[in-house]
């Protein structure tokens, strides 16, 4: 059972990056592609009946020593601490 778990997560994530790839080659922006790629994904597993994956996501960020955001199971609450801290790096923080 955890050899099929795991077989099934590595399809899931080459799913995700691949639909994160045609997303950029569009000409979608980072944000929105990994977007696309991340509920595409859960959407089809959903529909499937497949478990839930629990993706959680933290930034970790060169700006002035090593900065990590607190782990969420909201990637549009990561993107924007992503932009909060790309905003900070542009500044000089």
Known sequence: QDLA???????MIVRM????Q???QR???????LLLAVDTVLAERAKDGS???RLRFVNEYTLG?????????DLRTALGQRAELQRLREQGV
């Open 5 to 11: 778990e795991a077989i099934d997560w590595h399809i």
């Open 17 to 20: 990056k691949q639909l994160f």
């Open 22 to 24: 045609e997303a950029t």
């Open 27 to 33: 000409g979608d922006g980072f944000d929105a592609a």
């Open 51 to 53: 478990s839930d994956p």
């Open 65 to 73: 020593g090593m900065a990590f955001t607190p782990v969420t199971r």
